[in-house]
């Protein structure tokens, strides 16, 4: 009885430390992606400024859909997206 007491206590922390992980884990993903579309929206600001002329729905200014997109995707797409757009505005004189 006492063991499988124990093994029930064991289960039940490792359970707690796997959902603690995985909200850690989601609540980083969504500061990284507040931080996404803040640069996002700045990228096109850029934009804007230096009439560089970029369309799309990447080099949109609304920062609500700039989360949306990246919540839907990985960090290696966002990151990509991101330096993506860098490398434009770099090459717009």
């Known amino acids: 009885m006492k063991t499988n007491l124990n093994k029930y206590a064991a289960l039940t922390v490792i359970l707690g430390i796997g959902a603690l992980t995985a909200t ?6 969504q500061g990284n992606c507040a931080w996404y579309a803040l640069q ?7 934009n804007l400024q230096k009439k560089c002329g970029f369309k799309g729905y990447e080099w949109s200014k609304n920062v ?19 330096e993506k757009r860098q490398k434009a ?3 717009c004189k």
């Open 40 to 46: 996002s929206a700045k990228q096109q600001q850029a």
């Open 89 to 91: 505005l770099d090459g």
């Open 24 to 29: 850690v884990s989601g609540l980083s993903a």
């Open 64 to 82: 609500r859909e700039h989360r949306a997109w990246c919540n839907s995707v990985g960090p290696d797409v966002w990151q990509s997206m991101l």
